[in-house]
């Protein structure tokens, strides 16, 4: 503690602002070489914010005026992902143009974004239509939102999961895990328990945020067969019915980290599959709570560690390697092709092809009118 004092103790006469100070604080915790260490706030003189607006939409350049190039359909029931041109009664097409925002003619000469500022949540009339000149516009009134990452971040999720569904002709579960946290929890619950019809799951944990130990999702990744139920009508059901028997193949990579280099560190732990992908952050030293600072900022202070059941420390510094590494290719990337997400479904279709899960073997039906046999 001392020699770091002393390292640091000539800058701080050239503090010029409380910028320069987080600075200060984000080197000295470098110097620690631990996971979950930073400091920030405090009194900061901040610009007023401009209010943006976005129609969660991709635009393209033609005739000089802008056209929809593709339109986010969103969740018009979740209001966090509500897109703002896909709601009731508004039909905007890709292949549109945008004409006019409240009112104002809008051409590729002007950007687009300033003509949509200050308009986020709040009724903004729009004149689009099929032709630049106008002809056979309408006009429609829209709420455009603050932010497109939630709509953007559901389309990648979407495309990977009907990606999974055709390379595996259907076999395949596709299930997103954005973190090990609330976000996590209800993307596993509501991907994974509606696909469980499948025969094995690709469980996509790139850029996980990490949250909290991610043991439920182990658990119920690794639910045993049990057994089955046969009905006078209807197919076999297994049970748990909540539970997908197959191959399980895990995708990591470099972001994921914290609770997501615990969640494939468990998932290999227990067997439970093949990890695919890149080696993980690596930060299983953590936080649960740090007091603030005098003026309102915060510095870290890691107060938990997490080790094996083996008595081993567990990723920190380290991460957690895949037992396939395959590079995210930016030039296969721009060519319209995920080869961690492609590797990981030729993966699990080998291994199912190899070793399906339990068919049914439904016994011969008793006769219970039988007379026993006696001696």
């Known amino acids: 503690a001392a020699a770091m004092e002393k390292k640091y103790e000539p800058y701080l006469d050239s503090l010029a602002s409380r910028d320069d100070l987080n600075y200060i604080f984000q080197e000295m915790l470098g110097d620690i070489t631990s996971s979950h260490l930073r400091g920030g706030g405090g009194t900061i003189p901040r610009g007023k914010p401009v ?6 939409a991709d635009y393209e350049i033609a005739d000089g005026h802008y056209r929809f190039k593709r339109i986010y359909t969103g969740e018009s029931w979740n209001p966090q992902l509500r897109a703002p041109l896909s709601g009731p009664g508004i039909s905007v097409k890709e292949g549109e143009y945008l004409l006019e925002v409240n009112g104002r003619a809008l051409t590729a000469a002007a950007d687009v974004s300033a003509a949509l500022e200050g308009t986020a949540g709040k009724r903004t009339a729009l004149r ?13 009134t829209v709420v455009p939102v603050a932010t497109e990452a939630g709509l953007r971040n559901l389309a990648w999720i979407e495309a990977n999961r009907r990606k ?14 954005p973190d090990t946290a609330e976000g996590g929890l209800t993307s596993f619950n509501r991907y994974f328990f509606a696909q469980v019809d499948k025969q094995g799951v690709i469980l996509d944990e790139r850029f996980n945020g990490g949250g909290q130990v991610a043991d439920y999702f182990i658990d119920v990744v690794n639910r045993p ?3 089955f139920s046969t009905f006078r009508y209807g197919a076999v059901q297994k049970s748990p019915g909540g539970s997908i028997n197959g191959p399980k193949v895990m995708i990591i990579n470099e972001p994921a980290g914290s609770g997501g280099d615990m969640l494939p560190w ?17 930060g299983l030293i953590g936080i649960l709570g740090f007091p603030p600072l005098m003026d309102g900022g915060f510095v870290t202070a890691p107060n938990i560690r997490l080790f094996s059941p083996g008595g081993e420390w567990i990723a920190e510094n380290t991460g957690i390697a895949p037992d396939v590494e395959v590079e995210l290719d930016p030039k296969a990337v721009a060519a319209g092709h995920d080869p961690q997400l492609e590797r990981a479904v030729a ?14 073997q439904r016994p011969p039906y008793p006769n219970y009118q039988q007379v026993p046999t006696t001696r």
Do not use: C, E, H
Not at 166 to 177: E, I, N, Q
């Open 51 to 56: 209010a943006g607006g976005l129609l969660g």
């Open 164 to 177: 999974v569904d055709t390379l595996s002709g259907g076999k395949l579960a596709y299930v997103y895990l």
């Open 128 to 140: 689009v239509g099929p032709d630049p000149s106008g002809a056979n516009a309408r006009d429609v």
């Open 225 to 227: 067969l049990l057994g």
């Open 347 to 360: 993966i699990a279709l080998d291994q199912l092809q190899k070793t399906p899960p339990p068919a049914p």
């Open 266 to 282: 468990m998932f290999r732990y227990t067997k439970a599959g093949t990890l695919v992908g890149k080696r993980t952050w690596g």
